[in-house]
């Protein structure tokens, strides 16, 4: 089996179109990457700031106990100096 020039060329031309196709193909993948670094970064301000917001909520849950006690100990306190005034008079 004998292959002509012509047959060869025609082999060139269809390989270099796969080529133009993959290379047009590269490009759409890389533009429709490029955004992906500013995505990060976007994604790490909001990471930051829902653990941000979750100290501020333990910090409130804190504040909320703390209160609580607070206020049992006033009552604590205030119902020992009645007892203690009812006691001394």
């Known amino acids: ?9 025609d082999e060139i031309r269809q390989g270099a179109a796969r080529f133009v196709s993959i290379e047009k193909q590269l490009a759409e993948i ?8 500013q995505m990060q970064a976007d994604i790490a301000e909001t990471r930051e700031l829902v653990e941000a917001w979750g100290a501020v909520k333990l910090a ?8 609580g006690l607070a206020a049992a100990l006033a009552v ?3 119902g020992v100096k009645v007892l203690a005034m009812g006691v001394i008079r």
Not at 1 to 9: G, L, N, P, Q, Y
Not at 60 to 67: C, E, T
């Open 60 to 67: 409130g849950r804190f504040v909320k106990w703390a209160s």
């Open 30 to 37: 890389a533009d429709a990457v490029k955004p992906i670094p």
């Open 1 to 9: 089996m004998t292959v002509s020039h012509e047959a060869i060329m």
């Open 76 to 78: 604590l306190w205030a």
